[in-house]
């Protein structure tokens, strides 16, 4: 049961996008459409942003969206506004019905 | 609306057991699955457990496999995490969480609990 993989910080400008990965294997992210994606302000609960790869919740802006390429998913956040500074946690189901997460990312606006 | 409260976190010393609870209400408990995710301090999440709506599927994560227990109480809309054998390792926030269960697997965690701290400290 290792973690899944993802940079530990990515920037941006407001009105820019940026994109977060999440790396596994073919037990993992590869082997299921069961990625979903998380964010964590300071201080607060990790909200979903991002279900079965590339449904997005209603209420979650269609800002982000999600994607997935073998053992690879992706988190875009388009049109980067200050509230989106957080940190973004990716998480997978995996054989043995257990899940995954992965070590989170920081995601700065600049 | 949906809600999960988290209670039963404080503070232990090594080698003692404490029983988290999550109060579950807004939804029918019984038809979702649930799990318990931490976060140790400024540390990222970790799955630690999941159960079924229909309690077959009970995984564990293998960092806390033998000393932690999940199970729920669907009368009382209520889910446990029943911790033994506690190191300071196990120093985290613990979150409750609901996964919709479909299909034969967990797949997310919608809504999360606010989270209860559980320190570990001689």
């Known amino acids: 049961q290792s973690a899944l993989t993802q940079p530990r910080s990515v920037s941006g400008s407001p009105g820019q996008s940026v994109t977060i990965s999440c790396t596994g294997t073919?037990?993992?992210?590869?082997?299921?459409?069961?990625v979903s994606w998380y964010q964590q302000h300071p201080g607060t609960a990790p909200k979903l942003m991002i279900y079965?790869?590339?449904k997005r919740p209603s209420g979650v802006p269609d800002r982000f969206s999600g994607s997935k390429s073998g053992n690879m998913a992706s988190l875009t956040v388009s049109g980067l506004q200050a509230e989106d500074e957080a940190d973004y946690f990716c998480?997978?189901?995996?054989?043995?019905?257990?899940?995954?997460f992965g070590g989170g990312t920081k995601l700065t606006v600049l | 609306q949906v809600q999960l409260v988290e209670s039963g976190g404080g503070v232990v010393q090594p080698g003692t057991s404490l029983r988290l609870s999550c109060a579950a209400s807004?939804?029918?408990?019984?038809?979702?699955?649930m799990h318990w995710v931490r976060q140790a301090p400024g540390k990222g999440l970790e799955w630690v457990a999941g159960?079924?709506?229909?309690?077959?599927?009970?995984p564990i994560a293998d960092s806390v496999k033998g000393r932690f227990t999940i199970s729920r109480e669907n009368s009382k809309s209520a889910l446990y995490l029943q911790m033994n054998s506690l190191t300071t390792e196990d120093t985290a926030i613990y979150y409750c969480?609901?996964?919709?269960?479909?299909?034969?697997?967990?797949?997310?965690?919608?809504?999360w609990g606010q989270g209860t701290l559980v320190t570990v400290s001689s």
């Open positions: 969480a609901r996964d919709p269960d479909v299909s034969g697997h967990f797949s997310y965690f919608d809504p």
């Open positions: 807004g939804f029918t408990f019984s038809h979702y699955g």
């Open positions: 159960l079924s709506s229909d309690e077959k599927r009970k």
């Open positions: 073919s037990s993992d992210v590869g082997g299921y459409n069961y």
């Open positions: 079965e790869v590339t």
């Open positions: 998480s997978s189901y995996e054989v043995n019905y257990k899940l995954v």
